[in-house]
C-alpha cells in the first residue's frame, strides 16, 4: 500500500501551480528592488528626515486617529473597545451628521470645481501678460486668500442692520422695506458661505498653475502648429494640460481639500452652532465632538469617514484629470 502511494505522482492543482509561478516572478522584483535601494541608499539617507517627520506628524495620527474610531475615549479614562458603535451611531443615530454630510457636500459639489476653474482660467489669462504687469495682477488676485479679517468685510457687508452695505443698498433702491437678517436666516446662510470662500479660493492652486504654465516648453507649440493644430483651444486641450499634468493633480487635491475642510468661515461668520445648523459641515461636527465635548473616539469616526471621502474624491479626480489631452 506505502509503496502505491509513493508511486502514485503528486498531482497539483491550478492555484498551487499560480502561487508557485508567483513566488518565481516576485523573488526577482524584490532582488532588483533591493539592489537599487542599494545603488541609492544616499538619496534614502538625504529623505529620511522628511520621511521620519511625515510619518510622525501625518501617517502616525491617521492610524491612531482611525484605530480610537473603534474605541470610547474621553481623555479621562482609558479608551474603551466598542468596535462599530461609533459608525452605526454616526450613520443611524447622528441626525445632525446627515445633515452636515448634505451641507458638505453642496458645499464641495459648488465650491470645489468653480474655484478649481477659476485658478486655471485666471493664471491662463494672466500668463500671456507681460512680467510686470502678470506679477502685479498675481498679487491682486491672491491676496484675499492671505489677507487678515476677511471676514469682518463680509460681515460688514451682509450686517444685520441698515447699516449694512447689502441692505443699505437694497432699502436705498426700494428691493425691500426692511432690513434682511442675511447671518441668521437659513435661506441665504450657506450662500453666504460659498461666496466667500470663491473670493478666497485664488490661493495655492492659482500660484501652482501659473508656476505650470510658465514651465511648459515652447517648443511643443511649434511642433503642434506642424502636427495640425490651429487654435488657442486645441493648444490649450492637446499641449498645455498634458504638460501641467502634475500641477493639475496639486492643484485639485488643495481644492478638494479646502471644499471638504470648510469650518473656519462658518464659525467666524455664521457662529457655532449655526442657526438650524444651516451652515453646519463634517468638520464643524468634528470640532463640537473633538474639541467640546471631548468624546475622542466618536471624532475619530468622522475624522476617518471624511478622510475616506477626500480620499475617494481625489481618486476620482486623478482619473478624470489622466484623460487630459486624449
Request: glycine letters at 6%; a positive charge; one cysteine or more.
Amino acid at each position: 500500500m506505502k509503496q502505491q502511494l509513493a508511486a502514485r505522482p503528486v498531482t497539483r492543482g491550478k492555484g498551487d501551480s499560480r502561487i508557485l509561478a508567483y513566488g518565481k516572478e516576485l523573488k526577482p522584483k524584490l532582488t532588483r528592488m533591493f539592489v537599487e535601494m542599494k545603488k541609492s541608499k544616499h538619496a534614502y539617507v538625504l529623505l529620511a528626515p522628511y520621511f521620519i517627520i511625515f510619518c510622525t506628524f501625518t501617517v502616525l495620527p491617521v492610524l491612531l486617529s482611525l484605530l480610537l474610531s473603534f474605541t470610547n475615549f474621553n481623555f479621562l479614562e482609558k479608551p474603551r473597545w466598542i468596535g462599530w458603535q461609533n459608525y452605526s451611531r454616526l450613520f443611524v443615530q447622528d441626525d445632525i451628521f446627515l445633515i452636515a454630510v448634505k451641507n458638505t457636500f453642496l458645499f464641495a459639489a459648488i465650491t470645489g470645481p468653480i474655484s478649481y476653474l477659476a485658478c486655471f482660467l485666471f493664471a491662463w489669462l494672466i500668463n500671456e501678460l507681460r512680467p510686470k504687469i502678470r506679477a502685479f495682477l498675481t498679487l491682486i488676485l491672491y491676496a484675499p486668500s492671505i489677507a487678515g479679517n476677511t471676514y469682518l468685510i463680509w460681515q460688514l457687508l451682509f450686517a444685520s442692520d441698515s447699516y449694512g452695505y447689502a441692505n443699505s443698498f437694497l432699502m436705498k433702491w426700494g428691493f425691500i422695506m426692511e432690513p434682511i437678517q442675511w447671518l441668521q436666516d437659513t435661506r441665504y446662510v450657506l450662500g453666504i458661505l460659498i461666496l466667500v470662500q470663491l473670493w478666497l479660493s485664488l490661493g495655492t492652486s492659482f500660484l501652482a498653475f501659473i508656476a505650470g504654465l510658465q514651465n511648459v516648453d515652447r517648443t511643443l507649440y511649434e511642433a503642434g502648429s506642424i502636427d495640425g493644430i490651429r487654435n488657442r483651444w486645441q493648444e490649450l486641450w492637446f499641449i498645455t494640460l498634458p504638460a501641467m499634468r502634475p500641477q493639475l493633480m496639486f492643484g485639485a487635491v488643495i481644492q478638494i481639500t479646502l471644499a471638504f475642510s470648510i469650518a473656519e468661515i462658518s464659525i467666524y461668520m455664521i457662529g457655532f452652532p449655526s442657526v438650524d445648523y444651516a451652515a453646519h459641515t463634517i468638520v464643524t461636527h468634528l470640532v463640537d465632538y473633538g474639541s467640546i465635548r471631548y468624546e475622542m473616539g466618536y471624532a475619530s469616526t468622522i475624522a476617518t469617514v471624511l478622510f475616506s471621502i477626500m480620499l475617494l474624491t481625489n481618486l476620482i479626480t486623478q482619473k478624470l484629470l489622466g484623460k487630459v489631452g486624449e
